[in-house]
């Protein structure tokens, strides 16, 4: 009788609760605490399903704890709201007693893509337009990209407050800042000439007579958030001189328009609206 019951204690004590975890999540932002969400671990491989996954609700004050987590376990922390992405992809030991800890909430996208963060909530930005190229019928050596469709209207604008959001590392790498330029006048080119358009990276001074034209974005406004294989930048509207930008990589065939610090659309007449890409 004995014997038979030696496997089973074991087994038990290999899933018995054996640690805690507690502390307070807060905005990444900010700083401030997030409550009234859920906190979730999980687990892989535990062989009790009690052992599986715990959850805490946080207070209002940001502040959780849960309690018989189960030794020899680690545990994976996210919360309920999707939206939002702990900093790190923080891990439990099961078996410890863990408090104390603060974990830093970012509003994030699921997957990858551009967005604008205003007021706490997340709007995807589409690419505007197709980019089209045309070279200078004086000077084959300059080749001139501009979007096939030209803003007319209000474009997508990062104000004082807000972010734009850069997630995932295919993203982050490709996506390149250039100035697009507006241009009131008649240009000429090898197939044909374009009026009043605008020109990404070129300020025309004459139809012969140009300057090319580049920005920087300064890399300590730009908060960089990882969580595991996650990476999402947060580009505030100050980091780059305020202006209208074309975004794209060098392969790309589409561009995003975003106008950075306020918006650069002319005044618009009675009943005009927001210019927007396909």
């Known amino acids: 009788m004995r014997l038979t019951l030696v496997p089973l204690l074991l087994a038990l004590a290999a899933c018995a609760p054996g640690g805690s975890f507690s502390g307070t999540i807060v905005d990444g932002f900010s700083g401030q605490p997030r ?9 892989e491989g535990a062989t009790d399903m009690t052992c599986a996954a715990k959850e805490a609700t946080a ?12 030794a020899g376990n680690s545990y994976h922390l996210a919360l309920s709201d999707e939206s939002l992405m702990l900093e790190g ?27 604008v963060l205003s007021n706490d909530e997340l709007s995807m930005v589409r690419t505007f337009s197709d980019i089209k190229y045309e070279v200078k019928i004086d000077d084959p050596s300059m080749k001139v990209a501009y979007p096939e469709m030209k803003p007319t209207g209000k474009v997508r604008t990062v104000n004082p407050g807000d972010w734009f ?9 490709r996506l390149q800042w250039r100035p697009l330029l507006a241009d009131p006048g008649k240009r000429t080119f090898v197939d044909g000439s374009i009026s009043d358009h605008v020109w990404v990276g070129v300020k025309f001074v004459s139809d012969t007579e140009w300057e090319k034209m580049e920005v920087s974005v300064d890399p300590s406004k ?25 975004l794209y990589g060098e392969q ?16 618009a007449p009675a009943g005009g609206g927001e210019a927007t890409g396909g």
Request: hydrophobic share 40%; proline share 5%.
């Open 35 to 43: 409550g009234d969400l859920r906190v979730i671990v999980k687990t």
């Open 59 to 70: 207070d209002a004050s940001g502040n959780f704890s849960i309690a018989k987590l189960c």
């Open 89 to 115: 992809a923080p891990t439990v030991d099961g078996g410890a007693q863990t408090q104390g800890v603060q974990l830093k909430a970012w509003r994030a996208p699921n997957g990858d893509g551009i967005y």
């Open 165 to 173: 959001v850069i997630s995932g590392k295919s993203n982050v790498d």
């Open 222 to 246: 730009i908060k960089v958030v990882t969580a595991g294989d996650r990476i999402v930048h947060y580009i505030p509207h100050d980091a780059l001189p305020e202006g209208r930008y074309a």
């Open 252 to 267: 790309d065939k589409r561009m995003f328009i975003v106008d950075m610090g306020r918006s650069f659309a002319p005044e």
